[in-house]
């Protein structure tokens, strides 16, 4: 069993005991612990269940590589699944419980799936989905929705506050260990603007775990002097707890910096997400020692054994009293040597290679430690923990030599350089024969705007492993980093170390290389996903080669693992099965982030009212006082009605509606786009814009508009009024204006360049209400100002003046088929004026409306709503809005589309307006049937519904809607079947789209 | 997240103040045109791996479009040029040739 040892630890404080909660346990640690340490300190060696078999799992690794030691961290608002133990900082009061197991950890229902493992191969999931609806529904979908998901879902509101920085920096380092130090060195002396950043809370990586001495001092003396130096500089920043979690295009990089993981609720921000932007990047991201394939090696107690020597170097803890360890290297002799200077049991060391003389066996052979060599473990023992491994010989097929009793195993299949963020840009990988791991390929980094590289590596992620290399290759980046920002060419020494004599490593993928099928059911190869040798073995067989779909099969590398232990046992095991070299399988695709970051950290401030900026018209204020009720359109809130204590949003829109037609209504229009188009060539341009003739149009007038895109579809409409000889206002809709504005803009600066136009935006400028209802003139005329008459001002014609001293543009247009005046005043006085129209209006009844009732209003009038009768599939010929495409004109934008055979089909759908037969509301966006079954055995559809409300001014359902011939078939009834479940069939008598005042009487008196 | 120069103001600027606008010097087809003709205006993009002209927008700066030569593979940029022209400059094309010979050249 794992235990805190009475010395040793050079992170934690003795002193500072702290409590935490793991499943209800009370447990103790210190200060400087990480989760995963202190449970090891505390004997706890089960942590979790594995996602798919929910077999016993325990920790396996110190650092962010960890694949099975994820936890549900804390309660409440300040719950959050999938938490890596290794990483998470010991806080007093940290509570967690473990995942995955149903009804607990110990004893866990789902470990039922274990035993029919055999039945849940790889490709499970696909196989699966081709099996009988029955049989999913019955037998797999409950297995599965039992394994599927990893952790909880989070029910409470994150109560966490989360933030976005922004960074420029000439050289981005990250990894704060002796090679990132190094170069981050090397970088500053050239005078470039240096940042470095490290994921864990102390500087120097594992370096002080293994010692040695730079440039004469103990290595953590030198990593000390050199943080001193560094924070001493005007041109560095450094950040602990700070993750470089990708690297994008042209030098982006993306920080996660985890502010305040470690303490939780003292008013800091819990992350902090960097956006960088850096002209050099240097990846320092060490490497991650490789497991090995032997069976049993999912057993809590197997551990790297990297990771066996950080716990009891760091943090005073031990995996187990007895520790066997299993390497291919010189490096796993090492943790052979701290365990037993640590005085604990290292009953042998089993060595795949065949005869090992290196110095580092020498010093375990002298310390008295067993080196069998050439062999392998067959099998460890165990259930919930490791009670012993039998050794067999790595070059048979399994047997059993000799059993060994031990509670921990340290395995070491080699070392990795961490190549994520390098491939994250398209950095190309080489494949190191003598090392048998891929690393970057220097002569293909990512390349910047200037098509040069920006991203460099140092030390071990560069694929030099001993100290001495790692330090002159990380000097050799900082300076070349320096100088590629612009900084001066460095001349200083690279910091030295003594060279160390290492006997190669020898790849080893099986253990024994001539495993047995039920050995290799037992060799996990990603420990999350639960994928193992016999899988990746299965997927090469049933025929996939490649190994992105391998992936995807057998899941390998998928999900939080993202190839940081999966990958290269799982890349050399698929080669094997294909019978080819490793560098012809390649690898999969490293994707960021490097390890999962939170969605908090991403949405950052951008919630609630920050989600996004909100346009608030001059008028808004009111609005909310008076208790509209908004609807978003675009970025505006418009209030959608207004309604009173105990009246219900349908009450108040039908009581808007009639008001308006009876007495007088006010619409806040501030929101329409007003678009003004100048220039001596602004008439030729508009002919352009609109399909109807625009530069006939005559000063003072005003003209309905349509604008069609290249493919001939109905994009935006409005009404135009003539300024001068050489200035017109377009009106677009609320949601249209930038578009439309850029829509201009792309054809006026990339097509027709040399054409004399400008348009210029002024949509914010102005505020208009639309002033509506037979009282309206009346109300102008008490305000008193211009003459708004019939005679002077007549429909669809607009004057400049004023109006109860209001500077105002008034429109005489109508949507709702009233007397209608669009006023427009400075935005400034926007608000004067409403309120000057309300007192004014009162004696005529004056009441606000809203977009609800605008719409009904437009609707009984037979208008068509750009987004309603048009869904970027509609021509205006559909919408029978032929009158306001010209036939003078030789081109505009989307004539030539609408000349295709498909759009002049006779077929098409075109627009209508129905009327139920019982009075009754169709169905929002229900379709009309036929006769006759089409291929499917499915009714014909002959037409759908575009608009459809009930008609206050009418007391009934009216409808406008696409029905095919739906013109030629006037007074016919056809069927529209609802989709509540009762078989209801709505029939409707196709009608004339205009239900009110058909002649158009009222809006023009 | 690229960075493109913008030729009206000058500005370096990031992806987040740009807004692509689709393949570059593609020639308008109106009426008169044949069904051909106004197919592949409206509808076929080369979509090139490698060598490519675009148009941009540098919406949330100076407003006005551009056009940049890049590479969609190595994300490099070989330059960026004004947006009223119907062809990329020369010397433009030749550096890309002199880098890429195998690149089968300008349209
Ligand atoms: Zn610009």
Same mark, same amino acid.
């Given at each position: 069993m794992s235990t805190r040892l009475a010395d040793h630890g050079r992170l934690i404080d003795r002193s500072k005991p702290m409590n935490f909660e793991f499943n209800g346990k009370r447990m103790?640690?210190?200060?400087?612990? /990480?989760?995963?340490?202190?449970?090891?300190?505390?004997?706890?060696?089960? $942590?979790?269940?594995?996602?798919?078999?929910?077999?016993?799992?325990? @920790?396996?690794?110190?650092?962010?590589?960890?694949?099975?030691?994820?936890?549900?961290?804390?309660?409440?608002?300040?719950?959050?699944?999938?938490?890596?133990?290794?990483? /998470?900082?010991?806080?007093?009061? #940290?509570?967690?419980?473990?995942?995955?197991?149903?009804?607990?950890?110990?004893f866990d229902v789902g470990v039922v799936n274990n035993y029919v493992a055999r039945f849940l191969p790889a490709g499970f999931y696909y196989k699966t989905f081709m099996a009988p609806r029955a049989a999913w529904k019955h037998v797999f979908e409950p297995i599965v929705r039992q394994s599927a998901g990893l952790g909880k879902v989070p029910k409470d509101r994150d109560v966490d506050t989360y933030e976005y920085f922004y960074h420029h920096t000439d050289v981005l380092i990250v990894g704060g260990g002796v090679a990132g130090l190094a170069a981050a060195k090397a970088a500053a002396a050239s005078g470039a603007k240096v940042m470095v950043v490290e994921q864990t809370a102390h500087w120097g990586g594992r370096t002080p775990v293994d010692g040695g001495e730079i440039?004469?001092?103990?290595?953590?003396?030198?990593?000390?002097?050199?943080?001193?130096?560094?924070?001493?500089?005007?041109? $560095?920043?450094?950040?602990?707890?700070?993750?470089?979690?990708?690297?994008?295009?042209?030098?982006?990089?993306?920080?996660?910096?985890?502010?305040?993981?470690?303490?939780?609720?003292?008013?800091?921000?819990?992350?902090?997400?960097?956006?960088?932007?850096?002209?050099?990047?240097?990846?320092?991201?060490?490497?991650?020692?490789?497991?090995?394939? %032997?069976?049993?090696?999912?057993i809590p107690g197997v551990m790297l054994a990297g990771a066996v020597r950080d716990y009891v170097v760091n943090w005073g803890v031990s995996a187990g009293d007895r520790t066997v360890v299993v390497t291919n290297n010189d490096d796993a002799y090492r943790t052979a040597l701290v365990l037993k200077e640590a005085g604990l049991e290292v009953p042998v060391i089993i060595d795949a290679r065949a005869a090992v003389t290196s110095p580092l066996a020498q010093a375990a052979?002298?310390?008295?430690?067993?080196?069998?060599?050439?062999?392998? @473990?067959?099998?460890?023992?165990?259930?919930?923990f490791v009670t012993g491994v039998s050794i067999c010989a790595q070059a048979g097929e399994g047997s059993s030599l000799e059993e060994i009793k031990c509670d921990a195993v340290a395995m070491s299949g080699g070392w990795s350089p961490v190549v994520h963020l390098w491939s994250h840009c398209g950095g190309k990988l080489i494949w190191d024969e003598v090392q048998a791991f891929f690393r970057p390929d220097p002569a293909r980094p990512p390349l910047s705007?200037?098509?040069?590289?920006?991203?460099?590596?140092?030390?071990?992620?560069?694929?030099?492993?001993?100290?001495?290399?790692?330090?002159?290759?990380?000097?050799?980046?900082?300076?070349?980093?320096?100088?590629?920002?612009?900084?001066?060419?460095?001349?200083?020494?690279?910091?030295?170390?003594? &060279?160390?004599?290492?006997?190669?490593?020898?790849?080893?993928?099986?253990?024994?290389?001539?495993?047995?099928?039920?050995?290799?059911?037992?060799?996990?190869?990603? =420990?999350?996903?639960?994928?193992?040798?016999?899988?990746?073995?299965?997927?090469?067989?049933?025929? =996939?080669?490649?190994?992105?779909?391998?992936?995807?099969?057998?899941?390998?590398?998928? &999900?939080?693992?993202?190839?940081?232990?999966?990958?290269?046992?799982? #890349?050399?095991? #698929?080669?094997?099965?294909?019978?080819?070299?490793?560098?012809?399988?390649?690898? *999969?695709? %490293?994707?960021?982030?490097?390890?999962?970051?939170?969605?908090?950290?991403?949405?950052?401030?951008?919630?609630?009212?920050? %989600?996004?900026?909100?346009?608030?018209?001059?008028?808004?204020?009111?609005?909310?006082?008076?208790?509209? =009720?908004?609807?978003?359109?675009?970025?505006?809130?418009?209030?959608? *009605?207004?309604?009173?204590?105990?009246?219900?949003?349908?009450?108040?829109?039908? !009581?808007?509606?009639?008001? *308006?037609?009876?007495?007088?209504?006010?619409?806040?229009?501030?929101?329409?786009?007003?678009?003004?188009?100048?220039?001596?060539?602004?008439?030729?341009?508009?002919d352009m814009m609109y399909t109807n003739l625009m530069s006939t149009l005559p000063v003072g007038k005003c003209r309905y508009g349509l604008m069609c895109t290249e493919n001939g579809f109905l994009s935006d409409d409005g009404v135009v009024a003539r300024i001068d000889e050489t200035t017109w206002l377009c009106h677009t809709t609320s949601g249209g204006a930038d578009r439309i504005h850029a829509w201009m803009e792309d054809w006026l600066q990339c097509e027709w360049w040399d054409w004399k136009v400008h348009v210029a935006n002024v949509t914010e400028q102005l505020a208009q209400v639309a002033v509506v209802g037979p009282n309206a003139r009346k109300v102008l005329e008490k305000l008193g100002g211009m003459d708004v008459s019939k005679e002077t001002l007549p429909f669809m014609q607009w004057a400049d003046g004023t109006i109860g001293g209001f500077d105002?543009? $008034?429109?005489?247009?109508?949507?709702?088929?009233?007397?209608?005046?669009?006023?427009?005043?400075?935005?400034?006085?926007?608000?004067?004026?409403?309120?000057?129209?309300?007192?004014?209006?009162?004696?005529?009844?004056?009441?606000?409306?809203?977009?609800?009732?605008?719409? @009904?209003?437009?609707?009984?009038?037979?208008?068509?709503?750009?987004?309603?009768?048009?869904?970027?599939?509609?021509?205006?010929?559909?919408?029978?809005?032929?009158?306001?495409?010209?036939?003078?004109?030789?081109?505009?934008?989307?004539? !030539?589309?609408?000349?295709?055979?498909?759009?002049?089909?006779?077929?098409?759908?075109?627009? +209508?307006?129905?009327?139920?037969?019982?009075?009754? +509301?169709?169905?929002?966006?229900?379709?009309? +049937?036929?006769?006759?079954?089409?291929?499917?055995?499915?009714?014909?559809?002959?037409?759908? +519904?575009?608009?459809? =409300?009930?008609?206050?001014? #009418?007391?009934?359902?009216?409808?406008?809607?696409?029905?095919?011939?739906?013109?030629?078939?006037?007074?016919?009834?056809?069927?529209?079947? *609802?989709?509540?479940?009762?078989?209801?069939?709505?029939?409707?008598?196709?009608v004339d789209q205009v239900f009110y005042d058909k002649e158009g009487a009222k809006g023009n008196v | 997240m690229l960075t493109l120069h913008c030729p009206n103001c000058g500005v370096m600027a990031d992806e987040t103040e740009l807004h692509a606008e689709g393949e570059a010097h593609i020639k308008r087809f109106g009426p008169g045109s044949s069904d051909e003709e106004f197919e592949n205006y409206l509808f076929e993009r080369k979509n090139p791996k490698g060598v490519h002209f675009e148009r941009w927008r540098h919406v949330a700066g100076c407003g006005k479009y551009f056009h940049a030569a890049r590479n969609t593979m190595t994300l490099e940029v070989y330059g960026t040029y004004s947006a009223q022209t119907l062809a990329p400059p020369k010397t433009l094309v030749n550096a890309i040739k002199k880098k890429h010979p195998e690149w089968e050249g300008w349209a």
């Open positions: 103790k640690g210190y200060e400087g612990d /990480t989760l995963a340490s202190a449970l090891l300190g505390a004997g706890q060696t089960l $942590v979790g269940r594995s996602f798919k078999y929910h077999r016993p799992r325990g @920790i396996i690794a110190s650092g962010g590589e960890e694949p099975n030691a994820l936890v549900n961290m804390g309660q409440g608002g300040r719950f959050e699944p999938n938490q890596r133990t290794t990483t /998470t900082e010991l806080f007093d009061g #940290l509570y967690a419980t473990s995942q995955n197991h149903w009804p607990s950890l110990e440039d004469g001092i103990p290595a953590a003396d030198w990593i000390e002097a050199t943080v001193e130096a560094l924070e001493n500089m005007d041109n $560095v920043t450094l950040r602990l707890r700070m993750q470089g979690s990708g690297i994008y295009d042209h030098g982006y990089a993306l920080g996660y910096e985890r502010v305040a993981d470690h303490t939780p609720g003292d008013g800091r921000p819990r992350h902090r997400l960097w956006r960088i932007r850096a002209q050099q990047i240097v990846n320092a991201t060490g490497a991650i020692e490789r497991p090995l394939s %032997f069976a049993g090696n999912d052979r002298a310390a008295g430690i067993r080196v069998a060599e050439g062999k392998g @473990i067959a099998k460890v023992h165990g259930g919930k705007h200037d098509g040069k590289g920006f991203v460099l590596t140092a030390g071990s992620a560069s694929g030099a492993l001993g100290l001495s290399d790692v330090l002159t290759d990380a000097d050799a980046a900082g300076k070349a980093a320096g100088k590629a920002a612009g900084g001066k060419a460095g001349r200083k020494a690279a910091p030295k170390a003594a &060279a160390e004599v290492h006997q190669a490593m020898e790849p080893v993928w099986i253990m024994p290389q001539g495993a047995s099928i039920q050995k290799r059911m037992k060799m996990w190869l990603d =420990y999350q996903n639960d994928v193992k040798v016999s899988d990746v073995q299965l997927a090469a067989r049933e025929g =996939y080669e490649s190994v992105e779909h391998t992936k995807r099969y057998t899941t390998l590398g998928m &999900a939080t693992d993202q190839g940081k232990l999966s990958n290269i046992n799982g #890349l050399a095991v #698929l080669s094997d099965a294909l019978d080819q070299p490793i560098p012809q399988t390649g690898t *999969t695709t %490293f994707r960021p982030p490097y390890t999962p970051i939170s969605f908090g950290a991403i949405a950052g401030e951008a919630k609630d009212e920050l %989600f996004q900026p909100i346009r608030k018209t001059p008028m808004h204020d009111w609005h909310e006082e008076a208790g509209a =009720y908004f609807e978003p359109v675009g970025h505006w809130r418009r209030p959608y *009605t207004y309604p009173k204590p105990d009246e219900t949003h349908a009450q108040a829109v039908n !009581r808007e509606v009639l008001n *308006t037609r009876e007495r007088l209504g006010l619409l806040d229009a501030s929101t329409l786009g007003k678009l003004i188009v100048s220039g001596p060539d602004a008439g030729r341009f508009m105002a543009r $008034v429109y005489r247009i109508s949507f709702s088929g009233e007397l209608s005046y669009e006023i427009a005043v400075p935005a400034s006085q926007g608000r004067a004026f409403w309120d000057a129209l309300l007192e004014a209006g009162e004696e005529f009844g004056v009441m606000p409306y809203g977009t609800e009732a605008l719409h @009904i209003m437009r609707a009984e009038k037979g208008f068509i709503m750009i987004g309603d009768e048009t869904d970027g599939t509609i021509i205006p010929q559909d919408l029978g809005l032929n009158w306001a495409i010209s036939k003078k004109k030789d081109d505009f934008l989307g004539k !030539r589309a609408q000349l295709r055979s498909h759009m002049v089909d006779p077929d098409r759908w075109k627009l +209508v307006g129905l009327e139920t037969l019982d009075g009754t +509301v169709i169905p929002d966006g229900a379709y009309a +049937v036929g006769e006759g079954v089409n291929a499917n055995g499915q009714k014909n559809v002959i037409g759908r +519904v575009t608009s459809t =409300y009930f008609s206050p001014t #009418l007391n009934k359902g009216i409808a406008m809607g696409l029905i095919k011939h739906g013109p030629d078939r006037m007074g016919e009834v056809v069927d529209f079947p *609802t989709l509540d479940g009762t078989g209801t069939v709505i029939k409707a008598r196709i | -």
